[in-house]
């Protein structure tokens, strides 16, 4: 195989050098053909699919949610640019079906950065890639540290992005004229940072890797809804019985609602921090929970007869109606676990996170890159009967490793597998 070292990624930025770079690299602070109207009606949009639709080559794709301040995660913005047709600024509020503009351009390469991110928020309104190349998973692949659009766009093209507008609320009508500015910004220069990435990752030998894990973002089913998402309250891990367990999904639950219902972000309406304390404190009356700090915030104080109600409905149900400690799972139980339940399972992890790492260290990338970790924790669970390097490729595609990834890890770690059982 090709050395897959790059000159470019192979050692950190000094940090010196990476502040003589900020102060240096030009900022991009206007559109090259000016800032683009925002397309609000049919007309529009089909003017926009007629021009994308006589362009050449790559269409950059961009989205802005408003995360943290809406519930969901719809597109509030759509950005395009292609060569020949120019940028593109879509109001999908306005314009929530863009199917057309999907079928004019269905024959072109899309680029994204961090494409998990924008695709179901693209796809709620038609605009779905046939194929695709994403920017933030090549420079993964590529050994950066840094991969966020304005940090790449710098480190491969000399050019600073302006990200000063990155959490505004999108659901913002009208949207200021520098918050488009900066949304059209984002998708200026997407191409020509995804054509020099490709010489690189051709360069690096990793071409073909990347092509495989960019077809494998495109056929991702749709994450399964968690079957406790509450468990996912910060600090939840200071809240050490079933019975405050139950208080925390409650108030999670009753949350939830009202955050759907009145299309605002849950944490918006009651910070974790609140919940948790709630369930430490177990407050039995409404102005005993108005005084916990969080409650007391001029949302969370409106629905204070809701939150006790929670509370009270969790300290009111028996034992067999609680959450367990632990949620339900068909994978293995969480690694810290390992060394008492499974001594042996604890030695195949260790090897096998080892092996990942020195082969990751090897071809330039994040391990995590290299080979996902739940397949990595699944395999030193529950190996094959027969540890060898066809059984443990099989083991990995059953768990959706890609093909390059297989190459690259079977065999060895077969034999870090073999060893640790030793």
Sequence with gaps: MANVLNSKTGDPEPEASKGHEAETAPLLSEPRDGLPPVVSDKSGLARVAAAFAGGTGPVAVDAERASGYRYGQRAYLVQLRRAGAGSALIDPIACPELGGLGAAIEDAEMVLHAAHQDLPCLGEVNLRPALLFDTELAGRLLGYQRVGLGAMVERVLGLRLAKEHSAVD?????????????????????????????????????????????????????????????????????????????VVRELWLERDRIARERDISPGRVLQDSAMVDAALAMPRTAPDLAAIKGFSIRLARRYVPLWIKAVNKARDMSPAELPQPSAPGDGPPPTNRWSDRDPAAARRLEAARATVSTIAERVVMPPENLLQPDAVRRLAWTPPRAVDADSVAEHLREHHAREWQVGLTARELAKALRAAAR
């Design 170 to 246: 999108w659901s913002t009508r009208p949207l200021p004229e520098d918050w488009l500015r900066y949304a059209a910004l984002d998708v200026e220069v997407l191409v020509e940072l995804r054509d020099a990435l490709e010489v690189e990752l051709a360069e690096s030998a990793k071409l073909d890797w990347a092509r495989e894990e960019f077809a494998a973002v495109l056929t991702a089913p749709p994450k399964e809804p968690r079957p406790d998402p509450w468990r996912r309250t910060s600090g939840i891990h200071r809240v050490r019985n079933q019975r405050g367990l139950g």
